[in-house]
């Protein structure tokens, strides 16, 4: 099972940019699908949204609010995956997880939804806001 330690979060002004980073340990990344969710002021963990997440064989998924703003990838040698997400919104505010999914293929069917996603990072707080 891996272990998922998330950096990056800050305050960013409306428009602005930052680059999450999800490290992962405890095995290397080929046999999972890596998911970035956010959980927004004030909703509880159940209710955490599918950002984007990334599949061994380098298929993504996107929420559509995101679609555009956001790329998800993968250093493999650091065993790392990112989040960069451009012209940052206020509803892009929240705390952001990743987590893990054994699994080598990222879509649609599976990427929203937390259940399918059993191992868990600690969070990075996100505030957009002028």
């Known amino acids: 099972q891996l272990q998922l330690v998330e950096s990056g979060g800050d305050l960013v002004h409306p428009g602005g940019s930052l680059r999450l980073s999800c490290t992962a340990s405890g095995s290397t990344l080929v046999d999972y699908v890596i998911g970035w969710f956010r959980q927004a002021p004030g909703k509880g963990s159940e209710e955490r949204e599918g950002?984007?997440?990334?599949?061994?064989?380098?298929?993504?998924y996107y929420r559509d609010s995101v679609k555009g703003r956001a790329t998800i990838s993968v250093d493999r040698a650091k065993n790392t995956v990112y989040l960069q997400m451009n012209n940052v919104q206020s509803a892009d505010t929240g705390v952001y997880y990743c987590?893990?999914?054994?699994?080598?293929?990222?879509?649609?069917?599976?990427?929203?939804?937390?259940?399918?996603?059993?191992?868990w990072g600690q969070g990075t707080q996100v505030t957009v806001s002028s």
């Open positions: 987590a893990s999914m054994r699994s080598r293929f990222a879509d649609a069917r599976v990427c929203p939804n937390w259940k399918n996603f059993n191992s």
């Open positions: 950002v984007s997440c990334i599949g061994s064989r380098g298929t993504t």
